[in-house]
């Protein structure tokens, strides 16, 4: 396997976090004086400072060749099958996932890193346990990688400078970019990166600050790197012209992160009172008047900017053993694609090879022969703060089923996720790390708001409890004691229990549980 951390590439990440590290810091603590400033007032809105930015003529950089079509984009981690299984898809985009669908267990960073190098150089194989052999294909385009590194939140604690642990958002893009940007870019490719979970133009401004560094110290040309981002929280979607605006000269679209958008409404807003109380997460769909109008403005920014607007990921799975999974599968993702091609959007996502030709029938449908939809004449609405927060049109209402289903899934993906699985497939349903943060804020908002649920009872951390044991005696009853046993289902309930009922909201449940790796990796 390629080696990784070879001198200069590690110093290369030292210098980026000597350069930005404490900036990154900073804006992690503004996050925090934004929120209870929005706490304590109950109100955000779109920032006075920055009106002649949204109000101003300006483009973002042309697209390259590559990234001019992405009407299909597969997701997924990046370990070594599922990277020639996306590139093969047949969906233009590849996003290689150190992010979401990811644990940030060393050997995932560091393999995912060695996958990719490999899968850029055109050298990556693969054999299963039962002797199937993998390879890249050669009768038809190879997906574009775009990498998708950490959120600025998570530290990567196996790399220190001066004893302090460098941004696991550093290391994934430094690694990257140093090993593979010249390379991509002899190719005719780029260094491409999907930017997640950002809350402010600043941190997209920190972004562009480390793309302009790196293209400089590496000699790449500058206006190289493509980055887009995932509009996946609620103060960003006040600052999408702003973010697009600060990475203009590598901007190449913004998203629409629908599941980490959900969580982030939700943490937002926990203690904001009943006007900011959810349904039942499966019942928020992206019909809800809030989800709408996020979209509606994501089209209508991007498209203003000349910036593509993705589509988010539908989380139904299909089934190549169960027809009637299969079926309903591809139903939901049709219907979630016609929707957004019918919205305008570029392109989507899909997390499964066989939902690519679902996506890609609907968008060609939509585009014909135009690679995108930038053509299309931007709607003429205006989307107003309030539309942003109306949570109260929301249909549906907190259930006792979706309280269970909520300490279910959430016990399941994080015992998953400690054990280095980031995405799984729960009830033909994708989780990913943005579920189980829903279903544990959800808990924490409807403790916190005395909630009542359709069976009258009001929700109270006993009743969670009580249900957590109830959930874990039927999780043993259908895994079996010895998978019960070896799993990590005693981590999962204690960082579970912890993140969903603790007085004090953690911002992150990756953050404990990645202490709890970190503890299991001393130990072992
Ligand atoms: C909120 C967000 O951020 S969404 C984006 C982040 N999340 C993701 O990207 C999740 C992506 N999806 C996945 O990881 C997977 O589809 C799962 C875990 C949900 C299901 O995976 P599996 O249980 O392997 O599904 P299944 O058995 O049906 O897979 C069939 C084949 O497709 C492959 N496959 C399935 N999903 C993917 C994928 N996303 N990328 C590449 N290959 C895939 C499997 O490796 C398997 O290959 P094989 O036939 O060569 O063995
Ligand atoms: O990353 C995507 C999301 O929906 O969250
Ligand atoms: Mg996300």
């Known amino acids: 396997m390629p080696e990784m951390l070879t001198p200069e590439a590690v110093e290369f990440v030292h210098e980026l976090h000597r350069e930005f590290g404490a900036r990154r810091n900073e ?53 070594r099958k599922m990277t020639i299984n996306a590139l093969n898809s047949g969906a233009r985009v590849w996003l290689a996932d150190q992010e979401d669908a990811s644990t940030p267990h060393w050997h995932n960073v560091i393999g995912g890193q060695q996958n990719l190098y490999d899968a850029i150089r055109r050298t990556i194989t693969y054999t299963s346990e039962a002797g199937k052999e993998y390879t890249l294909a050669t009768d038809h385009r190879l997906a574009t990688i775009v990498m998708r590194p950490r959120g600025w939140h998570l530290d990567e604690r196996h790399v220190e400078v001066d004893g302090e642990p460098v941004a696991g958002a550093i290391v994934d893009f430094g690694l990257y970019f140093f090993h593979n940007a010249a390379e991509l870019i002899a190719r ?10 950002l809350e402010s133009h600043l941190e997209a401004r920190l972004w562009n600050d480390i793309f302009v560094h790196a293209q400089d110290r590496l000699g790449i040309p500058q206006g190289s790197v493509r980055a887009t981002v995932l509009i996946e929280t609620i103060p960003a979607a006040f600052e999408m012209d702003e973010i697009l605006y600060e990475l203009r000269d590598h901007a190449s679209g913004l998203n629409a992160g629908r599941w980490d958008y959900l969580f982030s409404v939700i943490k937002y807003f926990r203690d904001s009172g009943p006007d900011f ?10 019909t809800a008047p809030f989800l709408r109008a996020y979209t509606r403005l994501l089209v209508q920014t991007c498209h203003r900017r000349g910036a593509f607007a993705m589509g988010g990921m539908a989380a139904f799975i299909p089934s190549r053993k169960d027809p009637e999974v299969n079926e309903l599968a591809f139903a ?25 030709p679902i996506c890609r029938e609907v968008f060609d449908g939509v585009l014909g022969d135009r690679p995108n939809q930038l053509d299309k004449p931007v709607e003429d609405v205006v989307i107003a703060a309030a539309d942003l927060i109306d949570l109260r049109s929301t249909p549906g209402e907190p259930t006792e089923a979706g309280l269970r289903n909520n300490v279910r ?47 009258g009872e009001q929700v109270t951390a006993g009743l969670v409890e009580q249900i957590i044991v ?17 799993g990590q289902f005693g981590s999962a309930r204690r960082i579970f229990t912890d993140v969903a009922l603790a007085d004090t909201y953690a911002d992150f449940l990756t953050l404990p549980a990645y202490d709890a790796v970190l503890e299991a990796e001393c130990a072992s």
């Open 27 to 79: 804006l992690l603590a503004a996050r925090q004086v934004r929120r209870a400033e929005v706490a304590r007032s109950g109100r955000l809105d779109f920032l006075p400072g920055t009106a002649a930015i949204r109000a101003g003529n300006w483009t973002v950089a042309p697209a390259p060749d590559d990234l001019r079509d992405r009407r299909v984009e597969m997701t997924g981690p990046t370990d």
């Open 470 to 486: 109830d959930e874990l005696e039927a999780i043993l009853e259908s895994v079996g004691a010895d998978t019960f046993r070896a």
């Open 332 to 356: 939901k993702v049709r219907a979630d694609k016609q929707r957004e091609a019918g919205d305008g959007f570029d392109g989507s996502w899909v997390a499964h090879p066989d939902l690519v």
């Open 409 to 455: 899934v959430g016990l399941l993906y994080v015992e998953a996720w400690l054990r280095g699985n980031g995405a799984v497939g729960i009830d033909n349903l994708m989780e990913d790390a943005a579920t189980a943060e829903i279903a544990r804020s959800q808990i924490w908002q409807w403790v916190h708001n005395q909630v009542k649920l359709d069976t």
């Open 188 to 197: 005719g490719s780029g260094p491409y990166f999907y930017l997640p979970k």
């Open 277 to 286: 109380v959810l349904p039942d997460r499966n019942a928020v769909t992206m």
